[in-house]
């Protein structure tokens, strides 16, 4: 499998984390997001992913994009660890949070639409993702265990734990999201999770290195 990835895109890092707990090798290609304009702008890349967005992912013979469609693809073709309960009810909880995560908060304070946004994009940012937290935070209450869903690493939990990074990035205060912060706090210390953070991938600049 090839990875067409950028160490801080939230999507891409969700993706990282899938393929370390399923135990899959990957080569990995660098898109910077930044440099050049943006090389996901590239015809190259657009051949790749029309939607000139990372990941994208070459395996089994065809190219992937889309995170949750990229997880959902290696859960039903390498289903272990599972990454989605059996439990009907415990599935569709832990597709909500992905889904509140991967469409609620993340589109609306990704690199596209801040540049857009302009000289406000902190103050933008911060209220979106406080927005989503705090429905997040209400939903958790009544679905976690040690994870999101239970006691067990879900996909949502692949998606908590990039947007919470990109909460402190954008320096949202975190105290009103104890459940958050705890499961945040308790995924970070599993190795899969450490291995593909942002500041341990090849193309993460020197200055932001673990």
């Known amino acids: 499998p090839i990875l067409y990835s950028y160490f801080r895109s939230s999507c891409s890092w969700r993706v990282r984390i899938a393929l370390a707990l399923k135990g899959i090798s990957y080569d990995l290609v660098p898109v910077n997001l930044v440099k050049d304009g943006g090389q996901q702008f590239s015809a190259e890349f657009k051949a790749l992913n029309p939607m000139r967005q990372v990941p994208a992912l ?44 991967a469409s609620g908060i993340q589109p609306l304070q990704n690199l596209g639409v801040l540049n857009q946004i302009g000289e406000r994009k902190m103050e933008w940012a911060q209220n979106c993702i406080s927005s989503g937290f705090q429905a997040l935070e209400q939903i958790l209450q009544h679905t976690a265990g040690r994870y999101c869903v239970g006691n067990e690493v879900s996909m949502a939990d692949l998606c908590l734990v990039p947007q919470v990074a990109n909460a402190e990035r954008f320096k949202v205060d975190m105290g009103p999201y104890p459940t958050i912060t705890r499961i945040n706090k308790g995924l970070l210390e599993l190795e899969a999770f450490k291995v593909s953070h942002p500041s341990r991938q090849p193309d993460t600049p020197a200055e932001l290195r673990a």
């Open 58 to 101: 070459k395996i089994d013979g065809i190219i992937l994009s889309q995170s949750l469609a990229i997880i959902h693809y290696l859960e039903e073709t390498r289903p272990n660890p599972r990454l989605l309960p059996q439990d009907p009810k415990k599935r569709a909880q832990v597709r909500m949070i992905a889904d509140h995560i």
